[in-house]
C-alpha cells in the first residue's frame, strides 16, 4: 500500500500522478492508449468496531461520492477503442466500503491516535456510463481502496478500478487518488490503552479526488 511521509511528500506525488497517461481495456482485447481524466468529492462516515489497541478493527464505511470520469476505452460492443465518459452524483449512500484500520491506541489523556492507515474494497453506484450512440444508467465502478492518515490529513488511493455496466466490465488501469486536509474527524472517541474494547465512529469530509 502506497505510504505518506509527510503533506509536501503527498502534494509533490499527486502533481506528478496528474501528469501519468493510463491504460484503459477491456476482457483480454489489445489495449488502446489513454489519458484517464476527472475528479470528484468524497464524504461519508463509519465505524470502527473493536479497540485501535487491537491494534486493528473493521471499519464499514457509507458516503456519498460525486466523481466524473473521461477516457478512451475498447467497446465492448464492437472491440474497436471508443471515447467514454462516466459520471456519480453524489447521492445518499452510494459509496461505500469495507476496510481494516491499523492505527496506535489513544494516549490516557483521551488524545486520539494520530497516525492511521486501512486497506480494503469499494463500491461507487448509480453512475451513468456514455459511448457514442449509447448511454447507460446504472454504472458501478468498484475496486481496492487503501488511505493513510495522519492527524486530521487523509490521503485516498482506489486501484483495481473496473466499471460494470449493461455492456458489461471495463477494466481501468490508471487509479485514482485522493486528498483532504481535514479529511478526519472521530465522531465519538476512542477508547485508552488497556480500556475494554468499544466501537467508536468516524467521519471522512472534502476528501478531493483525481484521476490519476
Same mark, same amino acid.
Given at each position: ?94 459509496? #461505500? ?39 447507460? #444508467? ?75
Amino acid at each position: 500500500m502506497p505510504r505518506l511521509a509527510t503533506r509536501t511528500r503527498w502534494g509533490t506525488r499527486l502533481a506528478l500522478a496528474l501528469l501519468v497517461s493510463g491504460t484503459i481495456f477491456v476482457g483480454s482485447v489489445t489495449r488502446a492508449a489513454a489519458t484517464s481524466t476527472g475528479g470528484g468529492v468524497l464524504a461519508g462516515t463509519g465505524t470502527e468496531i473493536g479497540s485501535p489497541c487491537l491494534p486493528s478493527c473493521t471499519s464499514p464505511f457509507t458516503g456519498s461520492v460525486t466523481l466524473s470520469l473521461t477516457g478512451v476505452g475498447m467497446g465492448v460492443l464492437n472491440g474497436l477503442p471508443a471515447p467514454y465518459a462516466a459520471q456519480w452524483v453524489g447521492g445518499l449512500n452510494n459509496f #461505500s466500503y469495507q476496510s481494516t484500520i491499523l492505527e496506535t491506541c489513544a494516549q490516557p489523556n483521551g488524545t486520539p491516535p494520530l497516525v492511521a492507515s486501512a486497506t480494503g474494497t469499494f463500491t461507487l453506484m448509480g453512475g451513468t456510463l456514455t459511448y457514442p450512440g449509447a448511454t447507460l #444508467s446504472s454504472a458501478t465502478l468498484s475496486g481496492a481502496l487503501a488511505w493513510n492518515r495522519e492527524g486530521t490529513v487523509v490521503t485516498m488511493f482506489l486501484t483495481n478500478l473496473t466499471i460494470t455496466s449493461a455492456l458489461g466490465t471495463m477494466s481501468l488501469t490508471s487509479s485514482i487518488a485522493g486528498v483532504g486536509a481535514a479529511g478526519f474527524a472521530y465522531t465519538s472517541l476512542p477508547p485508552g490503552c488497556g480500556t475494554p474494547p468499544v466501537n467508536q465512529g468516524y467521519a471522512l469530509a472534502g476528501v478531493t479526488l483525481q484521476a490519476a
